[in-house]
């Protein structure tokens, strides 16, 4: 629990830190004061804008909208890495959250994520996020397939690292908005867990000398030699028997497993699925093993059967642990065998460690 930091120190703490800072307007004016309290102050809540390229982002976080006025965050962080600040106070960007998550970021005592009862969110018992979060807007679609650039994923972990390390705080005290409201789903596209271990990175450091990932990453690209039947009912992992380019050697002929950790990686996976009835459903999710030893699932993507043959584009981005195997595995929910025509897999990835 923290005084806020003034308009001239946050600038500073920003600058040391590496960040590219663009002042805009009246900026360390512009702010909701005058409608509630702005502190004391706990923590550092990340966000993503739902915006495309041709929109006026920064515009809009400083000004908001119709139902909602600004400013909508302390910052933008654009894709270029800017981070442009937009308001100095309490700002309209986190809403009412869970005591519990308050509780566990203050004491920066939980695990990879803050625990959430749910009961008490957007209720009569909900607390004030804008009174006691720092908020970055960060200019994202939110669908979970518009990439996070190196040069803004960086900058968001430094703009992070700024307020913590002024404030004395760790990395468990960033959160996402998913984290603090149920209903919320931002930021879309990275795990705040990974996102936390970057920051910790970043804080063990002097101010200014962490660089993120490196900026010239392996490539993957993997396909299907030959078409394949797949039966119903069981998940199965795909059989990479293509190889058309793997930099970092993770991928055996005809092997499952094309990245092992610690890495991590971002991309897609392209799937032609043919005989899957119209309306019946494929699913798709990444699996970690240890060896042949399944242990970690991920989300599930369906895919829809559709007139003509069924297509689908997956993202597949994720940090992976030492000593873990990444495979993509499909279930056949359509009660008879299709045939998987095409896969084909294109992944960037860094190597840790």
């Excluded at 590219?20 to 993503?48: A, L, Q, S």
Aim: glycine content about 12%.
């Amino acid at each position: 629990m923290a005084e806020p930091l003034t308009a001239s120190r946050l600038v500073a703490a920003l600058r040391e830190e590496g960040c590219t800072v663009r002042e805009v307007g009246d900026w360390r004016t512009n702010n909701r004061n005058h409608t509630g309290p702005w502190g004391p102050v706990n923590g550092v809540m990340i966000h993503h804008t739902v915006t495309g390229p041709s929109y006026d982002v920064v515009s809009l976080i400083y000004h908001g909208h119709s139902k909602l006025p600004g400013p909508l965050s302390t910052g933008c962080i654009t894709k270029d890495g800017t981070v442009h600040l937009v308001g100095n106070g309490r700002a309209n960007h986190a809403g009412g959250g869970d005591p519990d998550v308050l509780r566990a970021v203050v004491s920066e005592s939980y695990g990879d994520y803050p625990p959430r009862t749910n009961e008490h969110q957007d209720s009569s018992g909900a607390v004030d996020g804008n009174a006691r979060f720092y908020g970055f807007e960060c200019e994202n679609l939110g669908d979970g397939k518009d990439p996070w650039p190196p040069a803004q994923y960086t900058a968001m972990v430094r703009a992070a690292a700024a307020i913590c390390r002024a404030h004395g705080w760790g990395p468990k005290s960033a959160i996402g908005h998913l984290e603090w409201s149920d209903h919320k789903s931002d930021p879309r596209g990275f795990d705040m867990k990974d996102f936390r271990r970057d920051l910790a990175d970043c804080l063990a450091l002097p101010a200014g000398q962490w660089e993120g990932e490196d900026p010239v990453p392996q490539y993957v690209n993997l396909g299907l030699a030959e078409a394949y039947t797949l039966t119903p009912g069981d998940w199965n992992s795909i059989e990479f028997t293509r190889e058309w380019s793997d930099e970092p050697g993770h991928h055996a002929g005809g092997g499952a497993v094309w990245a092992r950790g610690p890495a991590r990686f971002t991309g897609s996976v392209s799937l032609r699925i043919d005989g899957l009835p119209v309306g019946a459903v494929l699913q798709a999710r990444m699996s970690e093993y240890e060896g042949s030893e399944h242990r970690t699932d991920h989300s599930i993507h369906e895919v829809v059967g559709t007139p003509g043959g069924t297509f689908a584009t997956l993202p597949v981005t994720k940090r992976l642990a030492s000593g873990r195997g990444m495979r993509i595995r499909l279930l056949n929910q359509a009660g008879r065998p299709v045939t998987v025509s095409s896969a084909v897999l294109t992944v960037l990835l860094w190597k840790e460690g």
